[in-house]
């Protein structure tokens, strides 16, 4: 029983990680961010390339991957999302195209491949990660043989949520970005420089899908459509916790993660997915605003 | 513009007279004309290119063009060249029926060798039944089909199944299987197979489990595995699914030398994909491996390699079923009286080849091909270790999870015996 608990934990921790940075475009900011997934894949395939251009392992590809993301992300709120804003179906459409480009990009390993150049760890083909050694296997508590590798996930899980708290809610700029959440204009008029604050936020957000692409890297297979499901499952999260909500995203990953672990185990995985769809939906119906949402003035 | 009754019969007639001018160009008798223009033999060549399946399509694609290119470099077929017309199936079966249609009725092409996933086959199946056209189909699939219009070159389920699992319980002594699929006909029918196999050799086994085709959580499922009393587990996974299979078990501590993966899918390049420390010792039923110690296979590995200027590229069973279908093909075309899909159709039945896996030959009857079935242990190394082989190959049998046997054959020339299947 408490591995099948420990599976629901990691499916949840997993649900989470894509989520995560979800929560803060889209609860922040208010735009889809259809690119998300492709964020988690680009994170992913610096994890690729920099084992085998660098040598290095894992570990070194999380500060790695955040930079390269976020540097991404803030390149494209720059250049489209800064212009739609508070235009939510533009977002939705440009940010799916913008998504494309960056799957094709790599699948076309940036143009090169038209000049007959093949860089080794791009192109459509699958990549893999090797993952250290103590990493894989299990270790056993009470009994239960516990998966190092998604224990290792859960902890990184925890760190990044309780990094995003305290920048969201303990340091000056988490408090600007509060501010917007609630009213942007009128944190614009008590002079928050409102598009550099959502430049950053929207960079932290990228950042964030970079680390979690690194985790999946490690015991998923690494190729250029591989983000596209996630942004689904993360959009689930998102929506069932409540917009805006760090704590309802952080409760909604874990309580469809155990769903989906206890019903796959008691039946199969097949039900399970719908199962957690249908609480989504009822979850939705019920309460619009989802779990914990925010009283708006 | 209205169109007065006058204008619509005028055009109607111009029509009329128009088709009757056409139609005897397509009537052609001298056939020959049409398939084999300008010295040219022109051949349909149908793989995904693009999408998720592009990955391994594009090997089959990149085999079939090798064996284009080698046969055309030894003077070609009847001294004509072969001319391919490649067209990107795109992983979409819809998109797979319209290229079908374009080469067969435009191009007028009198065979096409494509397709990997039996979607895809399944698609393009109506347009060569309803023109009377030729498909050449390499891939290992479920059996259950019996058409005039397609050679299978890949192996059936008795070629994958019938030396595996009496090996599994005679030699490796498990008997409690655990079956693990994708949620498609190919696991499916490879299931109903391995339980009658199963059966019959005094094994049992205690689960049938699916997962959706492309997932790749597989958290709950391994620990279902962990927890079943299973001594062996009988893989029908497909896909990307593979990879996260492997390091799934791995990770949550099963190994291969206690608890077996047998598998019917995982290929060198599912190998290649995940690293090959987590399928090390696991196994695998096909009849062809690129670690086959024959001086054929050998060069047929490094002539690969240096057609898709890659040293390090991988070949699989559907890669070389790829590669020698297209010789086949050419002998055929050779023994024919004249170059129609109808003719190659009847004068393939029965050519023999020598290809890297070693002797084939299409069954008259089903149009499959007899292949030897081999199972192969994963070394570190990637590469598979060949510890078990018929002597000869074996019939292909597409209905043999219905009661098909070598001498009760349901599927012959004259089409499927209906009658049989229901019994």
């Known amino acids: ?297 | 513009m209205s169109i007065s009754r006058r204008t619509l019969l005028r055009n109607t007639a111009a029509l009329g007279a128009f088709a009757g001018a056409g139609l005897p160009h397509i009537w052609n008798k001298n056939a020959d004309l049409t398939y084999a223009a300008g010295g040219d033999i022109k051949v349909g060549v149908l793989f995904s290119l693009t999408g998720g399946l592009s990955i391994i399509e594009k090997s089959l694609h990149d085999a079939t063009m090798m064996a284009i290119s080698e046969i055309n470099a030894a003077g070609g077929v009847k001294g004509m060249k072969i001319s391919a017309i490649a067209e990107d199936g795109a992983s979409d079966p819809k998109t797979y029926n319209e290229k079908a249609s374009k080469l067969v009725i435009q191009d007028k092409v009198p065979t096409v060798f494509g397709s990997y996933t039996s979607a895809s086959r399944k698609a393009v199946l109506p347009v060569f039944e309803k023109r009377n056209n030729l498909y050449f189909y390499p891939t290992y699939y479920e059996g259950f089909e019996c058409s005039k219009n397609v050679v299978y070159t890949g192996a059936v389920p008795n070629q994958q199944l019938s030396n595996f699992i009496p090996w599994i319980i005679k030699t490796l002594g498990k008997k409690k299987f655990f079956i693990v699929g994708s949620n498609y006909i190919y696991p499916r029918e490879m299931a109903k197979v391995s339980k009658i196999l199963i059966e019959k050799n005094g094994g049992e086994w205690i689960a049938d489990e699916y997962l959706e085709l492309g997932h790749s959580e597989w958290g709950s499922m391994v620990n279902k595995i962990k927890g079943s009393g299973c001594d062996v587990v009988l893989s029908n996974v497909v896909g990307d699914s593979v990879v996260a299979f492997y390091r799934e078990y791995k990770n949550q501590g099963l190994t291969h030398d206690k608890l077996p993966i047998c598998a019917t899918v995982t290929s060198e390049i599912e190998i290649a994909a995940m690293g090959a420390e987590y399928a090390v010792g696991s196994y695998t039923s096909f009849p062809y491996f690129q670690a086959i110690d024959t001086d054929r296979n050998k060069a047929f590995v490094e002539r690969y390699r240096a057609f898709v200027k890659d040293p390090k590229a991988v070949t699989h069973h559907a890669l070389e079923s790829s590669y020698f279908q297209v010789f086949l093909w050419k002998q055929a075309v050779e023994k024919a009286a004249e170059i129609t899909p109808a003719a190659i159709r009847d004068a393939v039945k029965g050519q023999e080849f020598d290809a890297p896996n070693g002797h084939v030959k299409i069954d008259p009857d089903n149009l499959h091909t007899y292949l030897t079935p081999r199972i192969a242990q994963w070394l570190p190394d990637g590469q598979g270790k060949i510890i078990d082989a018929y002597k000869e190959p074996t019939i292909p049998l597409p209905y043999v999870a219905y009661g098909e046997t070598p001498t009760n054959l349901f599927c012959t020339g004259k089409g499927l015996d209906t009658v049989k299947l229901k019994t």
């Not at chain 1, 998604?150 to 990184?156: D, M, P, Q």
């Not at chain 1, 430049?199 to 591989?226: E, N, R, W």
């Not at chain 1, 997915?273 to 019920?286: D, N, W």
Request: aromatic share 8%; hydrophobic share 60%; glycine share 12%.
């Open chain 1, 1 to 297: 029983m408490l591995e099948v608990l420990f599976i629901g934990l990691s499916l949840g921790s997993i649900l989470l990680l894509v989520a995560l940075g979800l929560a803060i475009t889209y609860g922040a900011m208010g735009v889809i961010n259809m690119a998300h997934g492709e964020m988690v894949m680009v994170g992913a395939y610096v994890t690729v390339l920099s084992g085998i251009w660098l040598g290095t392992n894992i570990f070194v590809a999380i500060p790695l991957a955040f930079i390269v993301t976020a540097l991404l992300g803030l390149l494209i709120e720059r250049v489209v999302v800064r212009k739609l804003y508070g235009r939510l179906l533009d977002t939705l459409l440009a940010t799916w195209g913008i998504a494309i480009l960056i799957q094709q990009a790599v699948r076309l390993e940036f143009g090169l491949s038209f000049l007959g150049i093949h860089v080794q760890g791009l192109g459509p083909g699958l990549q893999n990660v090797s993952v250290p050694s103590f990493l894989q296997g299990t270790f056993s508590i009470l009994g239960a043989d516990i998966n190092r590798y998604r224990t290792f996930i859960i902890l990184v899980t925890a760190i990044l949520a309780l990094m995003t708290w305290f920048i969201i809610y303990r340091t000056a700029i988490g408090m600007q970005v509060r501010a917007i959440i609630r009213n942007p204009k009128m944190a614009a008029a008590c002079g928050i420089d409102v598009s550099r604050v959502n430049a950053l936020t929207f960079a932290f957000g990228s950042g964030l899908a970079g680390v979690a692409g690194v985790m999946m890297s490690g015991f998923k297979t690494v190729f250029p459509d591989m983000g596209t499901s996630m942004v689904v499952d993360g959009f689930l999260v998102v929506v069932m916790g409540g917009v805006g909500s760090l704590l309802g995203s952080v409760l909604s990953a874990g309580i469809l993660g155990e769903i989906n672990g206890l019903v796959a185990a008691a039946t199969n995985d097949i039900l399970a997915r719908a199962v957690v769809f249908g609480v989504v939906i009822a979850i939705i119906v019920l309460r619009p605003k989802g779990l914990f949402a925010l009283k708006g003035r």
